[in-house]
């Protein structure tokens, strides 16, 4: 990551069709593509939580493709917050 420009952290939650359709595998790419670390997990309500941290430029380009999801997916509502953490993630896990 380029170290000039500060990091933030976001948290997205993203409800609908978003478990059992590679949901996960498709956001652990797309992190791996504009180089964003954090994680993803499926979570027991049938929601997924994902953990994001990058630039505002790589995370507003994340969150577009993040929003559409991947084919058999449909997603009825996604929340982000940003969050405040002195954590620095050095990969994007899927848990």
Do not use: C
Request: no cysteine.
């Amino acid at each position: 990551m380029d170290q000039k420009k500060p990091l933030i952290t976001r948290e997205y939650v993203l409800t609908g069709r978003v478990q059992g359709v590679g949901f996960r595998w498709f956001t652990h790419n797309l992190a791996s593509y504009y180089n964003i670390k954090g994680y993803v997990k499926n979570q027991p309500d049938g929601s997924v939580l994902v953990v994001a941290q990058g630039t505002k430029e790589m995370l507003e380009l994340f969150e577009k493709r993040l929003a559409e999801g991947p084919t058999y997916a449909l997603i009825r509502n996604m929340t982000k917050e940003t969050i405040e953490t002195d954590e620095r993630y050095s990969r994007f896990d899927i848990r």
